[in-house]
């Protein structure tokens, strides 16, 4: 399967939109290793493409984290903590968890590499 037909399946509202789904398929076409990934390095692009697609829509303007509490009086919002590994933003959706276990299941980890957005 190719990475659009992936997306068409697991997220309609990115497949929707070709253009846009072409340009996060593209970027995470360029991050994506496919020496860690083999035959499933199209799921993993589709994963990444829809994880950043997924962190642009409910994070428009720049907020990061997994909202872990809400308050109305003086109002306040708590954050989960993220691990310092270089990639924690992949803790902050569906599609990023599932990436790390896939990750973690081709037996690769996820570090800093010359492009600090690749996977090792």
Same mark, same amino acid.
């Given at each position: 399967?190719?990475?659009?037909?992936?997306?068409?399946?697991?997220?309609?509202?990115?497949y929707a939109d070709l253009g846009l789904m072409g340009l996060y398929v593209s970027l =995470? $076409?360029?991050?994506? #290793?496919?020496?860690?990934?083999g035959d499933l390095r199209n799921y993993a692009i589709a994963l990444?493409?829809?994880?950043?697609?997924?962190?642009?829509?409910?994070?428009p303007t720049g907020d990061a984290g997994i909202v872990i509490g809400k308050s109305e009086g003086n109002a306040a919002i708590r954050f989960a903590a993220m691990k =310092? $590994?270089?990639?924690? #933003?992949?803790?902050m959706t569906h599609w990023g968890r599932r990436l790390l276990s896939l990750i973690r299941a081709r037996?690769?980890?996820?570090?800093?590499?010359a492009d600090p957005l690749a996977v090792l």
């Open positions: 399967m190719e990475p659009e037909d992936y997306i068409e399946k697991m997220l309609p509202a990115l =995470a $076409d360029d991050m994506t #290793d496919s020496s860690l990934f990444r493409a829809m994880h950043t697609y997924s962190l642009d829509a409910n994070h =310092a $590994d270089g990639h924690s #933003d992949l803790q037996g690769g980890s996820v570090s800093i590499s």
